[in-house]
Antibody, heavy 119, light 109 residues
Framework: QVHLQESGPGLVTPSETLSLTCSVS????????WSWIRQPPGKGPEWIGY???????KYNPSLKSRVRMSLDTSKNQFSLELTSVTAADTAVYYCARSLPNTRLRFDSWGQGTLVTVSS | QSALTQPASVSGSPGQSITISCTGTSSDVDAYDYVSWYQQHPGKAPKLMIYDVSNRPSGVSNRFSGSKSGNTASLTISGLQADDEADYYC?????????FGGGTKLTVL
């Protein structure tokens, strides 16, 4: 069974770049869509975007100007960069997997990592 | 402000049935039969309970069912159990992306 694990700094300074990595074990990163989803405290989730195993990406229009995603098939990892962060970016960040042709149905999730934006 | 609208809370007694609504627009819920429902216990990741409006993943109890009419989707849980107490989120596909609801807290009395 596939296992996803997020890693990265838990505290980011305002105006800096948030960087997270998701490590995938128990399965290959190939042939899937890999998404980042965040959930501010006490609120609903927000889809940030996905990176396909081919390297193609699609981002939420509301975040598109600040988001970059990539993947490293040799390490079975994919990454998120969110630039110019503010307190509004404070959230639990999840990585998640979707099968092709499922319209981004998230069938496996990481445990999540809390990122706080504060000076 | 979330893209999909859910009631903030619902409650029911063990053994009863409850229904959670999820209202969207003509661009998401009404346009596609790709509504999902997720269950989230405190401090845990969301778990897929229903996909494509009314389908259950393997391992999910048949006490959970989903439906849709126009721009409103619904999740029904029958035979409420204590472990059903959690937050529930709906999600709809829209224009190559996904939108979520603000969540509904289910309390089992």
């Amino acid at each position: 069974q596939v296992h996803l694990q997020e890693s990265g700094p838990g505290l980011v300074t305002p105006s800096e770049t948030l960087s997270l990595t998701c490590s995938v074990s128990g399965g290959s990163i190939s042939s899937y869509f890999w998404s980042w989803i965040r959930q501010p405290p006490g609120k609903g989730p927000e889809w940030i975007g996905y990176v396909y195993y081919s390297g193609s990406t699609k981002y939420n229009p509301s975040l598109k100007s600040r988001v970059r995603m990539s993947l490293d098939t040799s390490k079975n990892q994919f990454s998120l960069e969110l630039t110019s962060v503010t307190a509004a970016d404070t959230a639990v960040y999840y990585c998640a997997r979707s099968l092709p042709n499922t319209r981004l149905r998230f069938d496996s999730w990481g445990q999540g990592t809390l990122v706080t934006v504060s000076s | 402000q979330s893209a999909l609208t859910q009631p903030a809370s619902v409650s029911g007694s063990p053994g009863q049935s409850i229904t959670i609504s999820c209202t969207g627009t003509s661009s998401d819920v009404d346009a596609y039969d790709y509504v999902s429902w997720y269950q989230q216990h405190p401090g845990k990741a969301p778990k897929l309970m229903i996909y494509d409006v009314s389908n259950r993943p393997s391992g999910v109890s048949n006490r959970f069912s989903g439906s849709k009419s126009g721009n409103t989707a619904s999740l029904t849980i029958s035979g409420l159990q204590a472990d059903d107490e959690a937050d529930y989120y709906c999600s709809s596909y829209t224009s190559s992306s996904r939108v979520f609801g603000g969540g509904t807290k289910l309390t089992v009395l």
